[in-house]
């Protein structure tokens, strides 16, 4: 089936309507009953107690834009790292150690959410319960059988030893879309906007938004083979809720140069720190790798387009390219102290230079290198591609 015309898609955009649950309001929609329009361009959000999503603009790329939260500019994957774990799992500390090692490491370009399940995750006396549905929901949906697992980028399910490199290749490809989220608390609801940016052409036609909720830096109850059972051990980034549906908030229209806007609200339960709550938005396929992730505080938290000027941790001109023996990478005075880093496609350091006060310039040797594509960048900088050529 043939989509609609642009002019008649975009007089649907802008025909004043009230929104209602099923995307079209009032009790005269003229556009329900056409199945072109209607199967592309209606949003029909699940929507469940405590939680509603609306629709707020899809603009297209002839249109003015005024996105606040997120670039336009292309930017690079962020990684998110989902744990499946439990508080009766003796293993799992060691996997949640590996992961704040990564989180140390990857800085804004990782963002973790642990999903406790199974039948390790059911508490006895005063332990505590991080058991959701929508965690129970996951744990079916990835066919999770033991922990502790993590999916990154909702990628096959994989030991914490794997976890490293798969972070470490995805951080170093170009995303077709950014986004961005802005949080805030009125009483007890959270109200969340979230923006996506198409920076290029999406692999996918049905691409999805998620947006979580999170609690760190919670203490109880914990089993632990290695140093002994702890009642007070610190729970990180653990699920709270899935503010959107857990099959995701579908996007209708993901071509190059569209913003899509949406508002969310949930009900927060008092037990919950609002201090150590964070939203976590992230955008890609149905089924396939998650584009884009990123994560702001509840209250107050947000995202900005900061992109859009240079950072004074992102890297100059780069030369010659392809390399042979060494190249050359102009950085800002600035980064003085600071460790320039190249690591291979895999993510795997392999060499790296301080920068000395007063250095515009830096000189990497490649001639041990093996022929390949290498990212050099700073920790918390973006990472620049480099070429060795033999």
Known sequence: MNEPPFWEALFVLVQPMVHSADGCGSQTCPFRD????????????????????????????????????????????????????????????????????????????????????????????????????????????????????????????SSASSWNAAIGNIIFQDSPANIGIGSSVTGSTLNVTVEVYYTGISPSTDDEIHVALTEDHILGYQQDYGNGAQQNYDHRNALRDMITPVAGDPVAVNVMGTLVERTYTLELDPSWNLADLHVVAFVGPASGAVYQVRQVDADGGITTAINESRSILDLGNIYPMPATDQVFITVDPATAGNTLVLRDALGRMVTQERIGTGAINVVLSVADLKSGVYFASFAGGEARKIIVAR
């Open 34 to 157: 056409n199945p072109l329009i209607n199967r592309r361009y209606f949003h029909r959000p699940k929507t469940g107690p405590m939680r509603s999503l609306f629709t707020l603009t899809l603009l297209f790329p002839l249109l003015a834009q005024s996105q606040t939260l997120v670039s336009t500019l292309p930017q690079p994957r962020t990684a998110l790292l989902e744990e499946f774990t439990a508080i009766n799992c003796g293993n799992c500390p060691a996997a949640h150690a590996t992961a704040t090692s990564l989180f140390a490491q990857y800085g804004a370009q990782l963002v973790g959410v642990e999903v406790h399940g199974g039948s390790l995750a059911n508490p006895s006396g005063s332990q505590p319960d991080f058991r959701t549905t929508d965690g129970a929901a996951l744990w079916s949906q990835f066919d999770v059988n033991f922990q502790p697992q993590g999916k990154v980028d909702r990628q096959a399910l």
